[in-house]
């Protein structure tokens, strides 16, 4: 007489009356979400870890030798649309409150444009000749 997997005596039934036995899955494999998560979270973490040690070291490796992988890591970084809402303030602004603002920009404009006028080496502004 043959052994088979139900006569052999350390068989056990995976299911009994349609139900699993206890200590065995219906998916061995584990669920694909659980999976994928679980690798996402050692992989991550293994990054973070390496990052501690010689993420400062690498990004200027990187910086200094691909200026331009680099730069598109940068961009990658900066969200791609900035939400920006318009609010008529100027609208809600007196006649009064315009002009005094009118008056501040060209108060920073001049303080602008002397900051920017090339001096000579004695300090001075240099003269027009006229």
Not at 19 to 43: I, V
Not at 65 to 92: D, G, N
């Amino acid at each position: 007489m043959a052994l088979n997997a139900k006569t052999a005596p350390n068989y056990v039934p995976k299911r009994i009356n349609g139900k699993f036995a206890p200590g065995w899955s219906g998916n061995p494999g584990g669920s694909l979400e659980a999976t994928r998560r679980s690798f996402n979270k050692d992989f991550l973490l293994a990054l973070a870890a390496d990052f501690k040690k010689h993420g400062a070291a690498a990004i200027e490796k990187v910086r200094k030798t691909q200026p331009a992988a680099y730069m598109k890591i940068c961009a990658l970084l900066v969200p791609r649309e900035m939400q920006i809402e318009h609010s008529s303030t100027i609208k809600q602004m007196s006649d009064e409150q315009i002009e005094q603002a009118i008056i501040a920009v060209r108060v920073l404009m001049e303080r602008r444009m002397i900051d920017v006028t090339p001096t000579t080496s004695s300090g001075e502004s240099p003269k027009s000749g006229s």
